[in-house]
């Protein structure tokens, strides 16, 4: 079946620093690849996609790279800010599964001052 | 995209009782889901609300303690029947939108909060 892993948190980071957090999947299919972000108290807003390989998707900073030879989809920011503080998923669409959406654990990241 | 909205935002139940939560899309959508998101946890997908027939759940959920409701294509309500403690958690209705040939794309509502006592 299908697979999102992605490093666990909490990631701790000053302001402008460098966010990367990993992201590997497996899949049956040729999957679509998102970044979804939480932000606290709030439901999921969708961060960034990929629907092929070498695709990046970017948005508010953020970039992501579809590298189908290693199977992962990392989640970059070049410099971070304190409102950049919140829970990130990397989660895969697969037209051979129907569609769903399968999660990784998420990623809590602060961002301190 | 769509814009979703769900009632309550957030509630404190006692253990036994049952909570209904409402998911309103304001365009007509085909797919309706409800997710889980258990306190520091991942979001597991409850069950596919299909307008005019029953749900399609997942493993481990089933219907009678998550009864779930699809009367047209921008309204669902999810039940949380007979609660415990361990029903704590975010429920989440998300709908699927046509982004063109090779994906799908997920919206999600703000989620509600739900505690039980």
């Known amino acids: 079946g299908n697979s999102v892993t992605q490093m666990e948190g909490p990631v701790t980071l000053s302001e402008e620093a460098f966010l990367t957090i990993n992201c590997t999947y497996t899949?049956?299919?040729?999957?679509?690849l998102f970044w979804y972000v939480q932000y606290p108290g709030e439901g999921l807003q969708l961060l960034l996609k990929?629907?092929?390989?070498?695709d990046k998707g970017s948005n508010k900073g953020f970039e992501a790279t579809y590298r189908k030879e290693t199977t992962s989809f990392h989640l970059e920011k070049g410099s971070v800010q304190v409102s950049d503080s919140a829970v990130y998923f990397c989660a895969l669409s697969d037209r051979a599964a129907g569609n769903k959406l399968t999660f990784g654990g998420g990623t809590r990241v602060l961002v301190k001052p | 995209s769509a814009v979703i909205s769900q009632k309550p935002s957030r509630d404190i139940c006692q253990r036994g009782t049952s909570l209904t939560i409402q998911c309103q899309v304001d365009?007509?959508?085909?797919?309706m889901f409800w997710y889980r998101q258990q306190p520091g946890q991942s979001l597991t997908l409850i069950a596919t609300a299909n307008q005019g027939s029953e749900a399609t759940y997942e493993s481990g959920f089933v219907i009678d303690k998550f009864p779930i409701s699809r009367p047209n294509l921008t309204f669902s309500t999810l039940t949380v029947s007979n609660m415990s403690p361990e029903d704590s958690s975010i429920y989440l209705c998300?709908?699927?939108?046509?982004?063109?040939?090779?994906?799908?794309?997920?919206?999600f509502g703000p989620g509600t909060r739900l505690t039980v006592l």
């Open positions: 990929a629907t092929k390989a070498d």
């Open positions: 899949a049956t299919g040729y999957p679509s």
């Open positions: 365009s007509q959508v085909t797919m």
């Open positions: 998300s709908v699927e939108e046509v982004q063109g040939a090779r994906y799908n794309e997920q919206f």
